[in-house]
């Protein structure tokens, strides 16, 4: 099967499915990634074959022999975005075109068989129509969608994989900010890296998190919500956070970031800022941004705003910043007004309670 096809998908209803009175307990405190809907989707690829058994069926655990090729060699990707409950009563998707998209270039950096883009967005519908009643209502409240794949063959030679399973899963998740939005304090690692020019950082793949997981213990250590990775070969630029992309904000208005190099993930949130900060007004630029900079121009006060942004909280702002070397604030430490505009501008577009001149609001149900 190639790009553009479409599959049939087999319903299977869960018989058991957690009751209303339940499901409301639930959805009053969800916090992030803990609970989970009623189904799951999977489809089964096999060389030679291409995709099959496209399924809708009750979530649970999947058998895996001991063998599999990605409990060895972590041929995984994934993918991450919301459902937000519109004022209507409707559900609605923001760009997931987009990700499907990244999804298949994730594939392809891989070496993992490619989801067609239409299957891809096919299996968030089904998804969202049989457990709709599990898309949140509250104001900030979203359904997270998590769609991943991996190795499943069974077989410990060092090669792509020819088979692979695709899963979606979906969990019901609150507000990023409990208590408001707060700027966070960030890490900025001299010791690790997360990517290497040529390697894999602008693919969504687990193996970068794994790669990030010891530098984030150490943002922790030192009392940090966060880690800021520099480029692997002169630690002197700014990549991006473990699992954000990264924006500083000058006195004139003027934004800047890091360029998609290839060890970037490219963000959508980013590119969505980008979008929305240039129609605002603001110039953008995407250029190679070194942490000296940003110390002498916090330091000078020039930099007045710096924040981080991607699916889970939107945009955060980064109000200190601190290393080995010592730490330093940002602007008074306090969230930016430019930071905030922005935030509230891509939520209002996102919850679909502000026009869309971008086309980028999928309407599901
Ligand atoms: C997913 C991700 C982002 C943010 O991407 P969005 O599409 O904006 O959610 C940024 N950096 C990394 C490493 C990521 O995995």
């Given at each position: 099967m190639s790009g553009g096809e479409r599959l049939d998908f087999e319903i299977r209803p869960n018989?058991?499915?957690?009751?209303a009175a339940e499901r409301a307990a639930l959805l009053s405190n969800p916090g992030f990634g803990r609970i989970f809907t009623d189904h799951m989707v999977t489809i089964r690829y096999a060389e030679g074959k291409g995709w099959y058994d496209a399924r809708v069926e009750p979530r649970g655990p999947i058998p895996m022999d001991p063998a599999t090729a990605v409990l060895h060699y972590a041929q995984e990707i994934f993918e991450g975005l919301k459902a937000y409950r519109a004022a209507d009563g409707g559900v609605i998707l923001f760009r997931p075109e987009a990700n499907a998209r990244r999804f298949a270039a994730s594939a392809a950096r891989m070496a993992m068989a490619p989801l067609p883009e239409q299957v891809f967005l096919d299996s968030l519908h089904h998804l969202i129509s049989i457990d709709r009643e599990w898309v949140p209502h509250e104001d900030e409240a979203s359904l997270y969608l998590r769609p991943f794949m991996y190795a499943?063959?069974?077989?410990?030679?060092?090669?792509?994989?020819?088979e692979y399973l695709y899963v979606l899963i979906a969990s019901p998740v609150g507000s990023y900010f409990a208590g408001g939005i707060k700027p966070v304090t960030v890490w900025v690692s001299?010791?690790?890296?997360r990517a290497a020019p040529?390697?894999?950082?602008?693919a969504k793949c687990g193996g970068n998190y794994a790669a990030s997981l010891v530098a984030q213990a150490e943002a922790i250590e030192n009392g940090c919500e966060q880690v800021v990775f520099l480029d692997a070969v002169e630690r002197r630029y700014v990549d991006e956070l473990g699992g954000m992309n990264i924006f500083f904000v000058y006195e004139d208005g003027t934004l800047v970031t890091p360029p998609?190099?290839?060890?970037i993930l490219p963000g959508i949130t980013r590119d969505s800022v980008i979008t929305l900060a240039r129609d605002l007004g603001h110039e953008v630029v995407e250029r190679p941004y070194s942490l000296q900079e940003w110390t002498a121009d916090a330091a000078s006060g020039r930099l007045r705003e710096v924040f981080a942004c991607g699916t889970a909280a939107v945009l955060t702002p980064i109000g200190t910043v601190r290393s080995r070397d010592g730490e330093f604030t940002v602007g008074d430490g306090s969230t930016g007004a430019v930071t905030a505009k922005l935030r509230q501008s891509l939520v209002d577009i996102q919850r679909g309670r502000a026009a869309d001149p971008y086309g980028w609001v999928h309407r599901v149900l």
């Amino acid at each position: 099967m190639s790009g553009g096809e479409r599959l049939d998908f087999e319903i299977r209803p869960n018989p058991r499915p957690v009751a209303a009175a339940e499901r409301a307990a639930l959805l009053s405190n969800p916090g992030f990634g803990r609970i989970f809907t009623d189904h799951m989707v999977t489809i089964r690829y096999a060389e030679g074959k291409g995709w099959y058994d496209a399924r809708v069926e009750p979530r649970g655990p999947i058998p895996m022999d001991p063998a599999t090729a990605v409990l060895h060699y972590a041929q995984e990707i994934f993918e991450g975005l919301k459902a937000y409950r519109a004022a209507d009563g409707g559900v609605i998707l923001f760009r997931p075109e987009a990700n499907a998209r990244r999804f298949a270039a994730s594939a392809a950096r891989m070496a993992m068989a490619p989801l067609p883009e239409q299957v891809f967005l096919d299996s968030l519908h089904h998804l969202i129509s049989i457990d709709r009643e599990w898309v949140p209502h509250e104001d900030e409240a979203s359904l997270y969608l998590r769609p991943f794949m991996y190795a499943s063959e069974v077989f410990l030679g060092v090669k792509p994989a020819s088979e692979y399973l695709y899963v979606l899963i979906a969990s019901p998740v609150g507000s990023y900010f409990a208590g408001g939005i707060k700027p966070v304090t960030v890490w900025v690692s001299h010791e690790y890296t997360r990517a290497a020019p040529g390697g894999t950082g602008a693919a969504k793949c687990g193996g970068n998190y794994a790669a990030s997981l010891v530098a984030q213990a150490e943002a922790i250590e030192n009392g940090c919500e966060q880690v800021v990775f520099l480029d692997a070969v002169e630690r002197r630029y700014v990549d991006e956070l473990g699992g954000m992309n990264i924006f500083f904000v000058y006195e004139d208005g003027t934004l800047v970031t890091p360029p998609l190099t290839g060890a970037i993930l490219p963000g959508i949130t980013r590119d969505s800022v980008i979008t929305l900060a240039r129609d605002l007004g603001h110039e953008v630029v995407e250029r190679p941004y070194s942490l000296q900079e940003w110390t002498a121009d916090a330091a000078s006060g020039r930099l007045r705003e710096v924040f981080a942004c991607g699916t889970a909280a939107v945009l955060t702002p980064i109000g200190t910043v601190r290393s080995r070397d010592g730490e330093f604030t940002v602007g008074d430490g306090s969230t930016g007004a430019v930071t905030a505009k922005l935030r509230q501008s891509l939520v209002d577009i996102q919850r679909g309670r502000a026009a869309d001149p971008y086309g980028w609001v999928h309407r599901v149900l």
